[in-house]
């Protein structure tokens, strides 16, 4: 349940026109909400699967 809350949670951040399989793995059984969630969209922004922010970012990467 935690790990479905998890990624309904992000979809707003979430491209749109694909479709995703997300599997969880033995570890998530034990884990808690945050972590699960951190996770996920950690490994989605990696995969280039998150929506461009809209926040202004300067060169040194920091939030204008």
Do not use: M, W
């Not at 033995?26 to 929506?51: M, P, Q, R, S």
């Amino acid at each position: 349940r935690l790990f479905k809350e998890s990624a309904r949670s992000l979809l707003p951040q979430i491209d749109n026109g694909y479709n995703y399989v997300l599997l969880a793995r033995n570890g998530a059984v034990d884990a808690e909400y945050a972590n699960i969630k951190k996770t996920l969209e950690h490994l989605l922004d990696k995969a280039g699967c998150l929506k461009k922010s809209e926040i202004p970012v300067n060169p040194d990467n920091k939030a204008l």
